[in-house]
T-cell receptor
């Protein structure tokens, strides 16, 4: 059962353009939404995260937009650079109870930024 | 810096072999996780552990078992490897503290079962 659906599966953007990756979730108990970035040959690493009490969070060129009523959140990469080429995963977590920090991941998006 | 290491980057095993994948973290994290990564399927949780000798099944535990005898070490065991277990295996650890739920990943082990 896929509780977090991510799209698109792959994305090609020109240098300087905006990359947008979308995720939708089903479990309304989720209350922490991180994005992970994975370069070839490396494990994923936390990029940015948001909690549902805010609708947007920005860190440099990376912004998460969150729509609680639609149960959707997205990652925007402004001024995309070739160095941003990587696989991006959205995830969700129910921080309450005995979750032990267990994340549910989306399917991943392979981003390619052409020079 | 948190460091999560995995015993092998590449592994080739034959069908029916018993396979051990080892993961070690150096930051005294309580939680450790094993995932498999397949194209188009993302990261799927196999097992996780929240303390020594404690384990819980994830979303796809069939065909796998785990062992956590020491806090820093979490092992994934394929009792009888099959070709459908050919995949990238990722280990992660985390320390849930306050509002931080960050998981730290190792570099992965690419397992091929022939």
């Amino acid at each position: 059962q896929q509780q977090v659906k991510q799209s698109p599966q792959s994305l090609i953007v020109q240098k300087g353009g905006i990359s947008i990756i979308n995720c939708a979730y089903e479990n309304t108990a989720f209350d922490y939404f991180p994005w992970y970035q994975q370069f070839p040959g490396k494990g994923p690493a936390l990029l940015i995260a948001i909690r549902p009490d805010v609708s947007e969070k920005k860190e440099g060129r990376f912004t998460i937009s969150f729509n609680k009523s639609a149960k959707q959140f997205s990652l925007h990469i402004m001024d995309s650079q070739p160095g941003d080429s990587a696989t991006y995963f959205c995830a969700a977590l129910n921080a309450g109870g005995t979750s032990y920090g267990k994340l549910t991941f989306g399917q991943g998006t392979i981003l390619t930024v052409h020079p | 810096d948190v460091k999560v290491t995995q015993s092998s980057r590449y592994l080739v095993k034959r069908t029916g072999e018993k396979v051990f994948l080892e993961c070690v973290q150096d930051m005294d994290h309580e939680n450790m996780f094993w995932y498999r990564q397949d194209p188009g399927l993302g990261l799927r949780l196999i097992y996780f552990s929240y303390d020594v000798k404690m384990k819980e099944k994830g979303d796809i535990p069939e065909g796998y078992s785990v062992s956590r005898e020491k806090k820093e070490r979490f092992s994934l065991i394929l009792e009888s490897a099959s070709t459908n277990q050919t995949s990238m295996y990722l280990c992660a650890s985390s320390l849930v503290r306050g509002l931080s739920y960050e998981q730290y990943f190792g570099p992965g082990t690419r397992l091929t079962v022939t």
